[in-house]
């Protein structure tokens, strides 16, 4: 077997398509969507990761305000300037670029975003009401790879899915979304044993571990057919790769995705959905399903 491959950058362009169209609604009806980022300190991979979250919202029509911040930046002056952008009516969505200096207290300063403006969907607020089944801000990548499997029409119900991660980014959110579709969820992460004998048995791997050479997903970790994501990103003598030995398990999964081209394009493009969600209800307007399931 030779697996499809979930192309996440035609799907993101899908998507995009989509997302301009309401933008020019929005405008017409007196709304402009704004996104607010915050990048602390000069971390490159950081600052590539803000510069093509912008560069998204500038090709959608959605303005992008940047903040950036030196390093040595307090925990009281980020807060400020969040709170100043929780305050101001202008911007529907506040985008903090993680991982934040260590002096800085991630969770905490998550906490300060106005949760109708947590376009990241990382306060305990809106991960609460994922808790509950309902929320319209959900974590960009775990919304993004539930849109590739829409697209792909991969079914998520009944179906046995294992998630390799157990973050407040990926794995948890996932875990939700996954059970809101009744899938049986399963959580592995770096203390589970005898790891291959779980994933062996999913209809669904996802993987996002980002260790490698420590960790790589192998063809003999997967069934016959199985559909396999990786959200991974490890940067291996200067090349992007996932956690999937991919030329193998593409041999034997039905669906596959690449990286690059896979899950992070839809990551980027699911913060603009998201900046548009928070843009339309903060105005009482109702959004039309970006992508139909
Ligand atoms: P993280 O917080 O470090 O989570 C890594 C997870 O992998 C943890 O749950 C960890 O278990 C588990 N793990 C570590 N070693 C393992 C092993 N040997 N066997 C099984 N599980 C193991 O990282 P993250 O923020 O969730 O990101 C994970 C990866 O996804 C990274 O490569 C990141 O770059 C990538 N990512 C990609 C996108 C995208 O848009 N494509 C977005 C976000 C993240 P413990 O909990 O026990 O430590």
Redesign the pocket.
């Given at each position: 077997m030779i697996a499809t491959i979930m192309d996440g950058r035609a799907l993101a362009a899908e998507v995009e398509v989509r997302l301009k169209l309401e933008v020019r609604r929005l405008k017409s009806l007196g709304v402009e969507p704004t996104l607010a980022t915050i990048l602390v300190g000069e971390d490159p991979a950081s600052r590539a990761y803000v510069s093509s979250k912008q560069k998204a919202a500038a090709r959608i029509g959605i303005s992008s305000v940047g903040h950036r911040l030196p390093q040595e930046t307090t925990a009281e002056e980020l807060t400020t300037l969040i709170r100043g952008l929780n305050s101001d009516g202008r911007v529907n969505g506040i985008l903090l670029q993680l991982p934040l200096p260590g002096h800085l207290d991630e969770r905490e300063m998550i906490e300060q975003i106005n949760p109708e403006k947590d376009v990241d969907g990382l306060t305990s607020a809106n991960a609460g009401k994922l808790f509950y089944g309902s929320s319209d801000l959900v974590p960009c990548?775990p919304k993004?790879v539930m849109e590739l499997l829409h697209r792909y029409q991969i079914r998520t119900a009944s179906s046995l899915t294992v998630i390799?991660?157990?973050?407040t980014?990926?794995?948890k959110p996932l875990y939700h979304l996954l059970l809101g579709e009744d899938a049986t969820v399963i959580m592995?992460?770096?203390?589970?044993t005898d790891?291959a004998s779980v994933t062996r048995q999913a209809d669904i791997v996802i993987t996002?571990?980002?260790?490698r050479p420590?960790?790589v997903l192998t063809a003999d970790m997967v069934k016959d057919g199985a559909v396999v994501v990786d959200?991974?990103?490890?940067r291996v003598e200067g090349r992007l790769m996932g956690d999937v030995d991919f030329d193998g398990v593409s041999k034997r999964a039905s669906f596959i995705t690449p990286v690059p081209g896979g899950?992070?394009p839809m990551?980027v493009t699911m913060l603009m959905q998201n900046t548009l969600i928070a843009a339309a209800k903060s105005s009482k307007i109702l959004l039309p399903p970006v992508v139909p399931s």
């Open positions: 990548t993004g390799v991660n157990r973050s980014l990926v794995g592995c992460h770096s203390k589970s790891l996002a571990v980002g260790r420590q960790f959200v991974a990103m490890n899950v992070g990551t």
